[in-house]
C-alpha cells in the first residue's frame, strides 16, 4: 500500500513513510558513535525494482558471483526512495578496478583523481566505484605522499586512491548521509550506516563527518549541497550549511575542467532556476561568474536569467537536452553586449574599422577569458557561444534577405530560441520574431528530417552487421567453409592466431 506526500509541488509516493521516525532517529545517533547497518528489506517498503537498470542489476550479479561484495548506491538508492524514477546507476564493490576489468566485459578502468571503472551497456553507462577509505592516513600515520590519499596544504585531496575494504568506510567517505544508501538487488535489502533513512524523511542534506574537514577535502561539496538542495527541494541542516561563507572562495581552488562539469550538473538538470536562487543567497554564484559581480543588483538581469533557466528546466521536464553553450550565452550574454557596445563605440571613430566578425571575436575573448579563470569551457562550445552571440547582433538589423541567410546556419535554431527570451524584455525584437518565425519552422522540419535519415541509415547498418554476423556463425556451425578466410574468425580468435604463427617462427627462428 502506498501512501502520498506532498513533495513540493509534485504529489508523489513514498516508501519511506512506512517507517518508524522515532526508531530512524535513534540509528542516526548512535551511528555518529558506532557504525551499524539498520537494514530493510525493498519489499517491506514496497519498492518497484523494475525501475532499476537491468545492466546495473547483471553487473551486480556478476560481481556478486566471483565473491565480491556489490551494491547500488547513491543517488539511484536515494531517488528509488523519493519515489522518482532513478536515473544513473552507481555501483559499489570491494572488487578493485583491475578485478572488475577481468569480470565484467565491455569495461574500463577511467580517471586520475578516482578510479573508477564505466561498464559500456549500449548507451547507459554504469559506474562502477571500489569501496574507498577515508579514514587511512589517521589510522595507518602513512604520510600523504607514501599513500595514493594525497592532498594540499588546504586538505584538499588531490588523488584519493586508497582502497577500503568494507562496506562501512565506503560510506563514512561519501558526502551526504542521503547519498551513503546502499541496495542490494539480489537480496533486495537497503542498508543505512550513517542516517540517511532519517535524513530522508526529514527532507534535510546533511554532511557525513565535519563539515568543515569535508568540504576543505573537497570544496566542490560545497556546491553539491547547494545542488541537492535544489534539486530535491531538501534544507539543508545547520551545521552542514554553516561552513559555507568562510569556505567558499576554495571552490577557486577545484580544476577548472571539474568546475565546468559541476556547473552544468547544477543549471542544466531541471532545476537550474532553484540552483540559481540558492547560489545566490550564499554568495556562490558571483563566484563561478565573476563577470556578472556588477549586474546581480540590476533586477533586468536576474529577470532574464531566471526567465531563461525556468525555460531550460522546462525543457527538461519534457526530456528536451539543455546544452552548455545555452547556458553560459544566456547568463554571459549581458558582459557581451556591454564589451560589445563599447568596442562598437570606439570603431566608429577609428580610421580602419573593424569588421562585425572582428568585434564580436574582440568581445567574446573579452568575456569568456574572465570566465576561463573558473571553469573550462571546451573549444567547440566557446565556437557555438560565439556563433550564438554573432548572430544576436546580426538579428538586431537582419532585413529578409539576411533573415534567409542566417537561417541556413547551424546554430541558427538556438538563436532563435534565445531571441525569442530576449524579446519579452526587450519589446523592439518582436517584429524580428515574426520576421524569423517561418524560417524557424523550415529549418525545424529540416532536420527532423536529417535526424530520421540518419536513424534510417544506422537501423540499416545494424541490419547488415548483424547478418554478416549470422553469416558467420552459420559457416562455423556448418564447417561449410575450410578454406581460410578471415571473416569466419572474432577479431580475438584471429589475434590468437596470430600470435601462435609468431611464437611458431620465433621457435623455428623464421624471424632472424
Ligand atoms: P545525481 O542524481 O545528481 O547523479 P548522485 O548522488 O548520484 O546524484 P553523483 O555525482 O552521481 O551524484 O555521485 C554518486 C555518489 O558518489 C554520490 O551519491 C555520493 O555518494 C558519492 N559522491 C559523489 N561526489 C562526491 C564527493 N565530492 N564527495 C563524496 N562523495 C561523493
Ligand atoms: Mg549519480
Known sequence: MSQIFLFGEEKINIPLLKLDVAQLKQHKESSKKKLSAYTISTDELGLDLSLLSEKAVKCIRLLQASGFKAYLVGGCVRDLLLGKNPKDFDVSTDATPNQIVKILPNSRIIGRRFQIVHAIRGNEIIEITTFRNNKVQAKTGVSPKMSNRVSDQSGMLLRDNVFGKSITQD????DFTINALYLDPEQRLIYDYTGGLYD?????IDMIG???T???????RMIRALRFSAKLGFKITKRTSAPIQKLKENLLEVSNARMYEEVNKIFLTGHGYESFCILREYGIFELLFPGTVELLNNKAYTDFVEYSLKSSDARSAIKKPNMPHFLYSVLLYPVFRQSYYELERENEYSIKPLTLTELTTIAVNNVLNAQYSVTDIPYATTES???????QIQFDTANE????????KGIFRAAFDFLVIRSYFEPYLEPMVTLLRPYYQRAKELALQRMKEKEQRKIAKREKKALKLEKRKKKKATGANTSFDDEQYTSKERQEQLRKAKEWRKAMKLDI
Not at 171 to 174: E, L
Open 171 to 174: 560510506a563514512q567517505r561519501r
Open 200 to 204: 530522508l524523511v526529514k527532507m534535510q
Open 210 to 212: 565535519d563539515p568543515s
Open 214 to 220: 569535508r568540504y576543505l577535502e573537497d570544496p566542490v
Open 385 to 391: 557561444i560565439t556563433s550564438m552571440w554573432r548572430t
Open 401 to 408: 534577405k539576411a533573415a534567409a541567410a542566417l537561417s541556413e
